[in-house]
């Protein structure tokens, strides 16, 4: 059971680098994305740290 919740818990971090990431190139990309776009990976990222840290907790 804890190794479960300790793969779950990368999962959501590596999910959260990931739209960072994401975010970042598509910054260098003007015609790639809208502001809009990397406002929303942005927010799924930040979600996904907060499910992460409420997991922590239990």
């Known amino acids: 059971m804890e ?3 300790r793969i779950i818990s990368l999962v959501l971090k590596a999910v ?3 739209m960072a990431v994401v975010s970042i190139v ?3 990309l003007p015609e790639a ?3 809009s776009t990397q ?6 990222g ?3 740290l907060s499910v992460a ?3 922590k907790d239990e």
């Open 26 to 28: 598509l910054g260098f």
């Open 46 to 48: 930040l979600f996904t």
């Open 39 to 44: 406002v929303t990976l942005l927010s799924i």
């Open 3 to 5: 190794n479960t919740q």
């Open 33 to 35: 994305a809208d502001i």
């Open 53 to 55: 840290a409420l997991q």
């Open 16 to 18: 959260a680098l990931a």
